[in-house]
Structures are given as C-alpha cells and as structure tokens.
C-alpha cells in the first residue's frame, strides 16, 4: 500500500536531485503528491510575482553556489528583484547587528526601514501572562511585537522584509500579517548564538537529550 504522508527524511537516494525521478521510493511525493507537484509548478507559470521569484533564486543560488554568505545572497535576491525599500524587523537584541545590516543594505543602494520587535512597550500582562511567566519576574517585561512590526513595515510600503533574530512565534506572527515577502536572515537561538543547526550536529552527545521525551 502506497504511503500518502510525505517522508523525506526516510529517503534513501534523493532521486529528485536527479532527471530520473521515478527512481526515488513508493513514499516519495514525487509519486504520491504530484498534484501538487504540478500545482506549485503551475502558480510559477500563471503568477507573475512567484515565477519571478522561484527565477531571481535560482539565479542568485548560481551566482553565489559555495562563495557568498547569506547576506550577500539576500542582496544579490533583493537587486535581481528590483527591490528598491527593505524592511528590517528586528531583536532588541541584535540592535548592533541590525545597524551593521542597515548601513550594508544602505551602501548597495537600498532605502532601509527597520523596526524593533519591542516596539509600542505593551507590558506582557496585558495578553495575559502571569508574573511569574516571564524571563525575569518581578520585572516590567514588554511583549515581542511582530504584528505591529509587520504592520508599520507595510506602512512604509517596503517591497521586502528580513527578519533579524526574531524568536520562535513570533517570526511565524510577522510572516503571517507582512504584506511584502519575508526572509530570514538570523534565527533566533540565544544558547548557540543563533546558530540552530549546531544543535542538530550535537545530537549524537552535546544534545542526545533531545531524542528523547
């Protein structure tokens, strides 16, 4: 019986990285999903904006292959997009590095608008939180504002958002009500200094614990 959950982590041989697709195992969503295969590959023949930009990055992804950092790519995307105003939403914690992204986006050209996630200082008991949720109780604690980051973004018309360090959530709440397409430039990981994918690398000791309820 043919396997309809997609299960790419159990593939064997990655055939999709091949012209021999049918190759790849009976779970594969290459066989089991291809209405919405060719759905995807649809919207990027009839939309305008997502063929243009499934192009613009595989264009960069050429350029840049094993010789640009993220950044570069990002600017590389932004200018093959003819991207003009970029959005920054940022941690209050990567104040520093967002003004070092800002005057690097600003030198290549681009009008930057950025916005901390702390904007508005709305006290966490106002959504609800209990004192002694937050990180430091018996203190006043401001709730991260992606919503509102996304809204005054949108306000200054920005043709593309990046997100700089925003935690896990709250990222999802800006990507959700951005009106303008969103990447993510920095993800949020305070113990590995925003570095997730060290923590993947350790499970084998550093951090077995995770395999494990």
Same mark, same amino acid.
Request: charged residues 25%.
């Given at each position: ?9 159990? $593939?064997?041989?990655?055939? $999709?990285? *091949? ?6 195992? #009976?779970? $594969? ?20 904006? *997502? ?7 595989? #264009?960069?992804?050429?350029? *840049? ?9 990002? =600017? ?23 003004? =070092?992204?800002?005057? =690097? ?10 916005? $901390? ?33 996304? %809204? =005054? ?54 951090? %077995? ?5």
């Amino acid at each position: 019986m043919t396997r309809r959950k997609a299960d790419c982590s159990s $593939c064997p041989n990655q055939a $999709c990285w *091949s012209e021999n697709p049918g190759e790849g195992p #009976k779970f $594969c969503p290459g066989k089991t999903k291809m209405e919405e295969v060719n759905s995807a590959y649809e919207i990027y023949q009839t939309d305008p904006e *997502s063929g243009k930009m499934a192009v613009a990055a595989a #264009k960069t992804e050429g350029r *840049s292959y094993m010789k640009w950092t993220r950044v570069e790519d990002t =600017i590389d995307f932004a200018k093959e997009m003819g991207y003009k105003k970029i959005g920054i939403a940022t941690c209050i914690g990567l104040m520093a590095e967002d003004r =070092i992204l800002q005057k =690097i986006l600003t030198a290549h050209g681009f009008d930057v608008v950025s916005v $901390c996630c702390k904007c508005g200082a709305i006290g966490k008991e106002k959504i609800g939180l209990l004192d002694s949720e937050k990180a430091k109780p018996g203190t006043f604690e401001p709730i991260c504002n992606p919503v509102a980051q996304a %809204k =005054i973004l949108s306000s200054a018309d920005t043709e593309f958002n990046v997100l700089l360090g925003l935690c896990v959530g709250h990222d999802s709440l800006f990507t959700k009500y951005s009106e303008a397409p969103v990447t993510t430039l920095v993800a949020k990981d305070r113990i590995t200094c925003h570095n997730p994918n060290a923590v993947l690398h350790g499970t084998s000791f550093y951090y %077995k614990r995770l395999l494990s309820l």
